[in-house]
Each structure stands twice: as C-alpha cells, then as structure tokens.
C-alpha cells in the first residue's frame, strides 16, 4: 500500500513559508526546538489517508492513459508502485503565490558578493567545458553560469523530491491537473528512455529537476548528452549535461551571441513614461533622440530593436533591454528572474553594479492586494482584462492610464500608494 507522506512538525500546514513567486525551491521553516503535538493529529492522518485512497483510484485510471502514450507498463508500474500522495507539495503549491518580495530585495539575494564569487569560482573550475558550451552553442558562458547559480546555487540545492510522486501528487491533486499529468508522462518518458532511474529522479517539489531545474517536457525537447555517454544526465554531480542542455535551450529560442540582455540607462526630465515597456520598441538611437542614455552617458550602441524597462518605475533604475531579454523570459517569465540572470552575468564577468537606486522603502503587493488592485482599476474604467494577481502587460496599461487620468507620472509602477489611492477615492 502507497504511504502519505506527511509534512514536519505533524502536518502543520502553517510551517510553509512561500518565496516570490520568481524564486525557487520554496522552503520548509524547520527548528531544533521540539514541537508541541498538534491538536487533531487523529482528524488529519484521517483525512492524509482518505487523500491517498483517492490518489490510489488516480493512479490506476491514469495507467491507461500514459500506456495509450506509449508508457510501457513495466515502466508504468516500477515507477508509480511506491509512489506517494505528498501533502507537503500540494500545501507549497497552494501557498507558492500568497508573498512576494520586491525586485530589489530579491536581485540583494540572487546577485549577491557570494553568488558571484561563488559563479567566478565555478568559471574557473569549469571554464574548459564551458568553453566548449559557449563554443557549440554561441551562448555566453556567463550566461549559462548565472542560470545555474539561481536556479540551484551552482549544483548546491537541486531539491531531493522523488519527481515521480510529487508530479503524481500534484496532477491529481493541484491546481493544474492537466500540465502536471504532461509533465508525468514526459518523466516516464525519460525513465522510459533509460537516462536516469525512478529513485534518482530528483528534484523540486514543482517538478523541475537536475542542476538548472528542467521541467521533464523542456528536458525532453532540449537536454543533450554533452559528455557522449549515452545519457541526458542533468542530475549527475558533474555539471556538465545540465549546462549544455541550458544553452541549448536559450539558443533554440534564438539567443544572439555577443548581445547583451539589456543596459542600464538613464532617463531625461520629463520622459514621456507612456513609452516604456515591452510594447514599444525602438532603435537604441532613436531611444537616444529621446534622451535615454547609458549610465556613461553615452549612446547605446545598436543591438537591434529595444524597449525601455522601468521594473520599480520612475524612482528606480531603468534598462534598455534587447532580443536576449526575451530569451531569458522562456526560462522564467518573472522581470525579475530575467533581469537577476542578466544582472549576475554581467557581475560575473567583471561588469558593474546597478548604479541607480530603488525605492526601499515600498514593499511588495500581496496576491489579494494585487488582485484588488486589478479590480479597483478595472472598476475606475481603466480595464486589466482580468483578475488574476499577476501584474502583466494588460494591468500595466491600465495602471499607465490611471496615473495619467490623476496627473502622476504613468510609469506603470503598481504600488501600495497607488492602491490606496484607488481605495480613498472608491471607499
């Protein structure tokens, strides 16, 4: 019989402690103190196991549908015989989303002095095949290096959740049945495969595995065996696999070899904000006929078509970013992901620190706040096309139109203020 694997401290859902929504893993609060017994520990053991009968039901449905996918069932039945229903992943995925933190305490941490001395250790030690990466695939090594060192801190936390059972769990359990059952189905492949077996199969408690967390379908579609033995190993102590599959990645979506991600700029009195964004883009020369210069003072030179990104709006810093942003955002669509990636490469590689300053002060919006921030705005006239907590281009166009209908500079920064703005003038 499948067991339940309950979470520390008893199944005290309230010790889970959920990151931004662009960092991972998510962490478990533990404490060498002992813990008071909780009350109910007979009712919750009652309901893990009533959990895992249905989970069982689950199983045995879903083995018709992965064989009908080609899953053969000796496959099939080695990997899911033990598998368990994880009450710890489904309580990380239903909090994964309820704090934030704002992008300058998150680039504090994700480009911290250790991370990148720890990444300038790494090129030392592995600059020879990453030579080689950057040499077949055409993307920096930094590049590759700065993925690796915020994905697992440089192979150190590549997460030791069984891949099978937590994808199992959350395809009959979460919030996204149907993209967990594809990624079960790509994990069976790959075991199918013979590139790893069900007990090495590690990884987060989200799915994604090996040193720079590859979801099974991205793994299917983009790892290489780099080292020419016969396997796709990205879980192996040797790195080597994982980073080339990395590069192969960014540059099958078209990452372009001596480009940068995007510059640190400075933006002329009386910038037209309006113009900032993904949406617009620019030639850097026309961006400079704007007024929009490097840090230097000098005009950018022409990487292509570029957009001005103001992530904390006008009292943050500013960036002219290019084809390669995009790039990055395949990996992780979150600003701050991208600009962390860029941002450690650039450290990486010698190069400076964010000149301009952020607005400490602020702190990040909640889901609920962001939430009600999209429907106040939506309320007020200025639709997001949506409620769904996520700051993306619809509710930055609205935030933008909002400031202007009140005379604040339309930067689309989505603040406290501005929400308690809205709350004021709606009651």
Excluded at 88 to 109: C, G, H, M, P
Excluded at 347 to 360: H, K, L, V, Y
Aim: include cysteine.
């Amino acid at each position: 019989m499948r067991r339940v694997k309950m979470m520390a401290g008893a199944c005290a859902l309230s010790g889970v402690v959920a990151s931004a929504a662009w960092a991972s893993p998510l962490a478990v609060e533990s404490s060498i103190r002992p813990m008071p017994r909780p009350a109910g520990i007979a009712e919750e053991a009652l309901v893990l196991a009533s959990a895992n009968l249905g989970f069982d039901r689950w199983v045995a449905s879903f083995r018709g549908r992965a064989l009908a996918q080609g899953i053969s069932a000796e496959v099939f039945d080695g990997a899911l015989a033990e598998a368990d229903y994880n009450a710890e992943v489904i309580a990380r995925d239903r909090n994964q989303s309820e704090f934030t933190k704002t992008l300058w305490d998150y680039l504090d941490s994700a480009v911290s002095d250790t991370r990148i001395q720890n990444g300038q250790t790494a090129l030392a030690e592995h600059g020879a095949v990453l030579d080689q990466i950057e040499a077949r695939y055409g993307v920096e090594k930094e590049v590759v290096l700065a993925v690796w060192g915020l994905e697992s801190a440089y192979g150190a936390v590549r997460g030791s959740t069984q891949i099978i059972g937590a994808l199992a769990t959350l395809a009959y359990d979460g919030r996204r049945g149907a993209f967990f059952e594809e990624q079960l189905i790509a994990a069976l492949k790959i075991l199918q495969n013979g590139d790893i077996t069900p007990e090495a199969m590690t990884g987060s408690w989200a799915g994604a595995m090996g040193h720079t967390q590859f979801m099974p379908t991205s793994y299917l579609e983009h790892a290489v065996d780099f080292t020419g033995d016969g396997k796709r190993n990205i879980w192996s102590d040797d790195p080597t696999d994982a980073l080339a599959s990395t590069a192969a990645y960014l540059a099958h979506f078209g990452w372009q070899t001596g480009q940068p991600w995007g510059v640190e700029v400075r933006v002329p009195e009386g910038f037209d904000y309006g113009l900032t964004g993904e949406r617009v883009k620019k030639s850097p020369d026309d961006w400079a006929a704007l007024g929009i210069r490097a840090v230097d003072g000098s005009v950018v030179p022409d990487h292509g078509p570029a957009s001005i990104l103001v992530p904390a709006g006008a009292q943050g810093a500013a960036f002219m970013i290019f084809k390669n942003f995009n790039v990055i955002e395949r990996y992780n669509p979150a600003d701050a992901y991208v600009i962390g990636v860029g941002h450690l490469a650039d450290r990486i590689g010698g190069g400076p620190a964010i000149e301009a300053s952020w607005p400490r002060e602020d702190r990040a919006l909640t889901r609920d706040e962001r939430q009600e921030l999209q429907q106040r705005l939506t309320q007020a006239g200025f639709s997001t096309q949506g409620v769904d907590g996520k700051i993306g281009p619809n509710t930055l166009a609205a935030v933008r139109a909002y400031q202007r209908s009140i005379d604040m500079t339309p930067d689309g920064y989505a603040n406290l203020g501005l929400l308690n703005r809205l709350r004021q003038v709606q009651g």
